[in-house]
């Protein structure tokens, strides 16, 4: 396949021209300084900032200059980025470990109510009722359920149980609109945790007869969603439920798994959709039923604006593929292993949670798709809070740690609550935060000196809304599957999961009675005589 013939970052012509470039310019006494590139360029903030519909990203304030820009997207086409996006987006199978085609983004394009956008899809997005046959009528009995939840007066409650991305996209969503003031219907609650103190604090708020429950599981064979499941099942019959079909549900690629639990519904969905990039599936059901089918077709409707945008903007204003190179420059060239992410809406405090997800369970890996190890570093820690909680942490780091890390502020222009004196507090906030970071100052006695010239990004949405919400997730997603394929690595597969769930069976046989086998380390020995003494 074409796509397959691709090279890897650290492979093409342009990246020794980088790595000159970056020794020049970035390295030693003389290095880039970002007060001196905005005293030369009044214009830095335009050529530096990038709009893809509803939202626009200032990386001015980036160690960034446009030499390396135009190396770095030299790079994205040296490394045939767009041959393996259009891949994706036709359906083809890029997920090779799994020999799977990767179809999130083709759930934005089917519609469940006779519409048909697919007819207005970019070229590239291809196939989409060959790729998921069975997507538009599951979209539209979804919708359709949710509907039929929000109208029914009997139903308080809805609790999703999942975890990964079954849990993260869905509670963020939920948890970004109720704030954004766009949702309604039944209180909506998220439970994903195996620790039982999750799911105890919850059910003696809820009524059996008054609650209905959203088993979200993918393989259906998920420990913690398994466990949380068969309790909340159990405590459903203690309380004299009745009719455990009328209220589970379940939302699973494996529908047999699902039937045999007891679930009076499955909603279904292929294997290629990815955990963390199922959100817009029936994984989304329970934000459907917080804001409704309109409000979920907007979701889509904001994430099939950056589909466009991605599939048809020239690479240089792609604001995906823009920001995953310089997610590659900070990583590879500047040698920053974190970025932290700081939303300054109360909104998308969920917001660092899900991308650890999205972008380390993504692009984590230490060999390509060929099985060779990679000499470049690979994904970055994810790391932060929601603004202005983080400046009381670990601000203080940022401005004056050793560490130099990269902060990408999320700003939201307009609120949703009416309380003066709040919003325009937030945002100077932000703002002041990353000039803060830019300037530093020099200090009368060292303690209060401020270094400065450390680096961020600004991301600006005008309000939270279904539309922008969808459109800075899939943003996120599509800069995920960018910088993996730049490093020319599987974004789609997470075997790193695997092992510590393998060891754990046998910890808690082990830890449940059973003599523990001569296997186990001398370390975990030690921990379980102890954690059984108690
Ligand atoms: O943590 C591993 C993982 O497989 C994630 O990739 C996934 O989102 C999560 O577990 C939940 O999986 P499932 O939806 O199959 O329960």
Redesign the pocket.
């Known amino acids: 396949m074409d796509w397959q013939q691709r090279p890897r970052c650290d492979e093409t012509a342009v990246w020794p021209r980088l790595v000159a470039h970056f020794r020049q310019r970035f390295a030693g006494p003389r290095a880039f300084d970002l007060r001196q590139a905005f005293a030369q360029d009044a214009r830095r903030f335009e050529r530096f900032s990038l709009e893809a519909p509803p939202l626009l990203a200032d990386l001015s304030k980036q160690l960034l200059d446009e030499p390396a820009q135009q190396l770095l997207t030299e790079l994205a086409r040296e490394c045939r980025v767009e041959a393996h996006r259009d891949a994706m987006l036709a359906g083809e199978r890029i997920n090779t470990s799994e020999r799977r085609a990767v179809t999130h983004v083709h759930w934005r394009w089917v519609s469940g109510q006779g519409l048909a956008p697919v007819e207005q899809a970019p070229a590239a997005i291809k196939n989409v009722a060959s790729v998921i046959p069975e997507a538009a009528a599951v979209q539209a009995d979804m919708l359709a359920f949710a509907e039929a939840v929000r109208a029914n007066p009997g139903i308080t409650d809805v609790v999703n149980i ?5 849990d993260l996209g869905p509670r963020l969503a939920v948890q970004a609109l109720r704030a954004a003031g766009q949702t309604s219907g039944p209180r909506l609650h998220f439970v994903a945790n195996m620790d039982g103190h999750e799911l105890a604090e919850l059910l003696p708020r809820l009524s059996a007869d008054r609650t209905l429950f959203i088993i ?4 259906f ?2 420990a913690e ?1 398994l466990r949380n499941a068969q309790s909340a099942r159990d405590w459903f019959l203690a309380q004299g439920g009745a009719d455990v079909a009328r209220h589970f549900v379940a939302v699973s690629a494996n529908a047999a798994a699902a039937r045999a639990f007891g679930a009076g519904r499955c909603f279904g969905f292929d294997e290629g959709v990815g ?2 990039f199922s959100l817009w599936s029936p994984v989304g059901l329970a934000i459907a039923i917080a804001i409704g089918r309109a409000g979920f077709q907007a979701l889509l409707a904001g994430a099939r604006a950056l589909d466009r945008h991605f599939a048809e903007a020239p690479l240089a204003r792609n604001l995906p593929v823009q920001l995953a190179l310089l997610d590659l420059w900070c990583r590879n060239f500047l040698g920053l292993a974190s970025r932290c992410v700081a939303p300054y809406h109360y909104g998308l405090r969920q917001l660092p949670a899900y991308l650890q997800q999205l972008e380390m ?1 993504s692009n984590g890996k230490r060999v390509d798709l060929g099985g060779r190890a990679l000499t470049a570093a690979s994904a970055a820690v994810t790391w932060g809070q929601a603004g202005s909680n983080g400046q009381h942490a670990f601000f203080q780091m940022l401005h004056q740690g050793s560490d130099v890390v990269p902060v990408e502020f999320v700003l939201v222009a307009r609120c949703a609550h009416g309380l003066p004196g709040h919003h325009d507090k937030l945002l100077a906030n932000a703002l002041a935060q990353s000039r803060a970071l830019m300037l530093g100052q020099a200090g009368d006695l060292p303690e209060r000196h401020f270094p400065g010239n450390r680096p961020s990004t600004t991301l600006l949405l005008p309000e939270l809304s279904p539309h922008s919400l969808g459109a800075l997730l899939a943003l996120y997603e599509h800069r995920a599957f960018v910088l993996g394929s730049l490093w020319g690595i599987n974004s789609f597969d ?1 075997w790193g ?1 695997e092992l510590g769930k393998r060891h754990a069976g046998a910890i808690e046989a082990a830890l449940c009675g059973q003599p523990p086998g001569d296997e186990l380390d001398g370390s975990t020995r030690g921990l379980l005589a102890r954690l059984r003494g108690h």
Do not use: M, P
Request: aromatic share 0%; glycine share 30%.
């Open positions: 999942g975890i990964g991305g079954s979200v599981s993918k393989t064979g998920t969603t955990g963390r369970e997470q999961v």
